[in-house]
Structure formats: C-alpha cells, structure tokens
Nanobody, 124 residues
Framework: QAQLVESGGGSVQTGDSLTLSCAAP????????MGWFRQAPGKEREFVAA????????YNEEAVKGRFAISRDTAKSIVYLRMNSLTPEDTAVYLC?????????????????WGQGTQVTVSS
C-alpha cells in the first residue's frame, strides 16, 4: 500500500538532463524493489530501471543506452532517476512503482503499487 508520488518532469530540449524523484512512505525503499517505467502514447508500458532493497540496480539498456542512473536516499525514502542526453524518444509519462523483493524487476506485473506518473517531453 505504498503511496508513491513522482515529480521532476517537464519540457526540455534534446541533450538536456532531468532528475525525476519518487517520494515514498518511510522506509519503503528498504522493504521493496523500486522501479521506474515509462509509457508513451500508443505504446506499452516499458521498464526503465530498478533498484533493490539492498541497493543493486538494473537497467533496460534499450531504453537507457547508458544515459540514465537510478539512485535512492534511504533516509528520505526517495528514489531518483537521473536522465542525461535526452532525446524525443524519451518523451513519455514516467511512473514509479514498488514490488516485493525477489520478484522479476523488469516485469511490470511484479509491481503492485504505482505512482500517478510525471510527464517528460523532449523537443528536437
């Protein structure tokens, strides 16, 4: 029942950077796998990155291509997604989600709790 709130999205130009934040209830990031997904209009929800309760990270290389980094602040219970070298293909609603540890982090069906999403728009 973690309530997740994303922020940090906006409209930027190609090559710009953004850092998205996902605020979660206290200690959530120590009890759940935290993931970032994105969904563009007319497309399926796509896995971007995840960080486990012990701090190990997983990325979707097709989506990230070495440009993104997931991190967390355990004291504040916030998960971040640092996005560099953005392109129009990164335009999507970005969603934060929480899953039980041990479930497949790349699979959206592993995540029971989702935030409302934050819009990222990248112009050429």
């Amino acid at each position: 029942q973690a309530q997740l709130v994303e922020s940090g999205g906006g409209s930027v130009q190609t090559g710009d950077s953004l850092t998205l934040s996902c605020a979660a209830p206290a200690r959530t990031v120590l009890w759940y796998t935290m993931g970032w997904f994105r969904q563009a209009p007319g497309k399926e929800r796509e896995f971007v990155a995840a960080i486990s309760r012990i701090g190990s990270s997983t990325y979707n290389e097709e989506a990230v291509k070495g440009r993104f980094a997931i991190s967390r602040d355990t004291a504040k219970s916030i998960v971040y997604l640092r996005m560099n070298s953005l392109t129009p293909e990164d335009t999507a609603v970005y969603l934060c989600a929480a899953a039980q540890p041990g479930s497949p982090s790349r699979d959206r069906t592993s995540y029971a709790n989702w935030g409302q999403g934050t819009q990222v728009t990248v112009s050429s």
